[in-house]
């Protein structure tokens, strides 16, 4: 225990004990069992896309911990608008201790590609009116964490940029959303080839691979729409990676 935790410490979110912001007995009942398909959203044993869903720019497969509901939903949403930092580098260690279950199997897969991490981008203003991206804070984390298995990834803040804001999805369609999305995200200017739409950048001379990263999947359209942006750029797979769902 280090001194932070000796001065505040933790208690669990959901019945109180001392020591975690989730104990193990409530940590059971927000395990997200199913694993799904990024296309079209129906259940997949390992998240992989399934061979009827192959679109193009599709994300080759979705990885999620936890059902965004109870205590998982509190937590992410205090660590987006209270500031609770800490929730979210515990919900993500927590789950990253159930790696080796058969349903991760084809992300572990992934992750030895050695792709670049990559968290899907506020809109500048939204980040001035928060101060800090959640998905930057995950994947930062996520890299920070596989050190410990002996597997180094890269993380690259800058690759993607968000130039439209597009507002608050809460409440619409699954159409909608898709449609909101549409030419939301850019691959920054300064990692592409001066002469072509494709990503030029050292971190990409070894894989051609991204983990894409953020903190929920609702409708799967955000992730869906940088996948398209990124893999119309040069990028060959992408693997999306949520806390909750």
Known sequence: MDLLDLLFPKKCVGCGRWGKYVCRECEVGMWEEEQ???VCGRPSRYGEKHKYCQKPWSMEGLSCFWAHEGISRKLISEAKYRYYYDYLGELLVDGLSFLDRPEFAKLRE????????????LHPRRLRERGFNQAEV???QLSKRFEIFDLRLEVETGLLK???????????????????????????????????????????QLTKNVLLVDDVWTTGATLSECAKVLKQAGVKSVWGLVLAR
């Open 36 to 38: 799904i398909c990024p």
């Open 138 to 140: 995950i994947a930062r």
């Open 110 to 121: 992934f992750l030895g590609t050695r792709p670049v991490v990559v968290g899907v981008p």
């Open 162 to 204: 968000r130039i439209r804001d597009t507002g608050k999805q809460v409440g619409r369609t699954r159409e909608k959303r898709l449609e909101t999305m549409k030419g939301a995200f850019v691959v920054n200017s300064k990692f592409k080839h001066k002469n072509s739409n494709q990503i030029q950048n050292s971190k990409f």
